[in-house]
């Protein structure tokens, strides 16, 4: 049954790929009507375009090396490209049923009426090359989101806690060593108390993160009570045992739903992933089971992947939750759906007595590119006997 739902997700995955690339690849010949000598270029680069992100996730299963790794890359840039594209022709295509209407624009056929559309492609392409460009130039930057959060808990020796986060990660082979030192040397940076992962660290198959060596970054994470993770959603994905061994080596805690006693100051709650139940068939435990049998006098912080169903921490009184998975929508305008979906789609909310932040993510998902927001880790400071106000 698992394997008969993966398929028809597939299926339609791939005909909703196909279906916009035939869309553009016909706009792309209607525009190229008065220069026929590029439409040859043009349609085996539509093919190239076209095949190159599945099989590059293919090929890396398979054949793991710098052809498939730069395939995979051609892929994953096309996926903002055909976004950018769609939506472009999309108005150009208002500006056509206007003119109908109107009759603004040059006789269809005439040599006025080609070289318009000529350059408008090139116009259209340009502006979508730039905006790509532009928005990997913003994933290479993240930013440091800082909040600073009082709890009116008392913890013995302790006034305040330094929590620096990061989430999505999506280590593999478009975040690769670099982009993974970048990671590691900002959250050292930070000096923090504590390190906390929440989910997709790997972005899927671990494979091309162990042949990368990405956990030696991982593994100079360096905080005096430690650096713990979750399981998201990609984990899942890619196979979760075999993820978590390899972060667990490389000196990160993963907590499946389990909770520890840090410093014999506070919990920390780790859940599994809410997608738990779609590849195992198993439930994960609920958050009120999980903290039921916790000293309340003690702050209580919960790692959850997914930020969905946030009245369940406010009613376990839960202190802090920290999310990420939505990226915010990554592209824009993405993020007015993510807006639509989750309570939270990004940066903070209060509910009853919790607090509640949702990251936009270190990393990217597809498309090494983000158009709607900046990449971010979190550096979160919690004061303890205070007044239960939240300050960014």
């Given at each position: 049954m698992k394997t008969i739902s993966f398929l028809v997700f597939l299926g339609i995955v791939l005909a909703i790929h196909f279906t916009v690339n035939y869309y553009i690849y016909q706009r792309g010949l209607q525009a190229l009507e008065g220069a026929q000598w590029l439409k040859t270029g043009f349609k085996w680069s539509m093919l190239v375009l076209l095949l190159a992100y599945p099989?590059?996730?293919?090929?890396?299963?398979?054949?793991?090396?710098?052809?498939?790794?730069?395939?995979?890359?051609?892929?994953?840039?096309?996926?903002?490209?055909?976004?950018?594209?769609?939506?472009?022709l999309f108005l150009l295509d208002l500006v056509r049923l206007f003119n109908v209407i109107f009759h603004f624009l040059p006789a269809p056929g005439s040599s006025k009426y080609l070289t318009l559309k000529l350059y408008t492609m090139a116009i259209t392409v340009g502006i979508v090359v730039l905006v790509v460009i532009g928005g990997h130039i913003n994933a290479w930057h993240p930013r440091i989101s800082r909040y600073q959060i009082d709890l009116d808990?008392?913890?013995?020796?302790?006034?305040?806690?330094k929590i620096v986060a990061a989430s999505d990660i999506h280590l593999g082979s478009i975040i690769g060593p670099r982009k993974t030192a970048k990671l590691v040397n900002e959250i050292n940076?930070?000096?923090?108390?504590?390190?906390?992962?929440?989910?997709?660290?790997?972005?899927?198959?671990?494979?091309?993160?162990i042949r990368q060596n990405l956990g030696d970054s991982l593994s100079r994470l360096d905080a005096p009570l430690?650096?713990?993770?979750?399981?998201?959603?990609?984990?899942?994905?890619g196979g979760v045992d075999r993820a978590t061994a390899y972060l667990e080596e490389h000196g990160i805690t993963m907590l499946r739903d389990t909770v520890v006693l840090v410093d014999s100051s506070f919990y920390l709650v780790g859940r599994e992933d809410k997608d738990k139940l779609r590849f195992t068939g198993f439930f994960r435990k609920e958050v009120a089971g999980l903290v039921n049998n916790l000293d309340n006098g003690r702050p209580i912080i919960v790692l959850d992947h997914q930020p969905f169903?946030?009245?369940k921490p406010e009613m376990a009184n839960v202190d802090l939750q920290i999310s990420g998975h939505t990226h915010h929508g990554q592209l824009w305008p993405l993020g007015y759906i993510t807006n639509k979906l989750y309570e939270v789609s990004r940066g903070y909310k209060k509910k009853g007595d919790t607090h509640i932040?949702?990251?936009?993510?270190f990393g990217t998902w597809g498309p090494p590119v983000r158009t709607g927001n900046r990449p971010e880790?979190?550096?979160i400071t919690l004061r303890f006997k205070g007044n239960h106000k939240a300050k960014r």
């Open positions: 099989l590059g996730r293919l090929f890396e299963r398979l054949w793991y090396s710098p052809i498939s790794v730069t395939i995979h890359w051609i892929g994953a840039f096309w996926f903002a490209g055909m976004l950018y594209f769609v939506m472009s808990k008392n913890v013995s020796g302790r006034k305040e806690l940076r930070l000096n923090p108390d504590i390190i906390l992962l929440s989910g997709d660290v790997v972005d899927e198959d671990v494979g091309p993160v430690g650096v713990y993770g979750i399981t998201g959603n990609h984990e899942y994905i169903d946030l009245d932040i949702v990251s936009t993510g880790i979190l550096d």
